[in-house]
């Protein structure tokens, strides 16, 4: 298991256990994390799993792919560490990923 750490727009964090190869979106779907709403369940279809990527985590992630890239035009505020949580493999290399949560999505 791998922790991930999401922040709310309040700052209130949830500290979630994750199967490696799970992705992000299905750890916070799973948790109960609000502000993750997944709409399209994880098929990289809705931009609804936007999240921000900490900047103490930049370069820790791979690069987004051409699909992820034209999704996140779908979403709200995006910016330079915007991704989308669907698509973020969990794996012990990044234990502790802290990732903020929107104030909105879409």
Known sequence: MTEIVFVSPDGTRYTVDAANGASAMEAA???DV???DADCGGACAC???HVYVDDAFAGAL???E???EDMLDFAFDVRPNSRLS???RVNDA???LVLHVPERQG
């Open 66 to 68: 051409a699909m992820e």
């Open 47 to 49: 931009a609804t799993c």
């Open 34 to 36: 609000p502000g993750i």
């Open 86 to 88: 669907c698509q973020i």
């Open 29 to 31: 779907v799973r948790n």
């Open 62 to 64: 791979p690069e987004p």
């Open 94 to 96: 990044i234990s502790g």
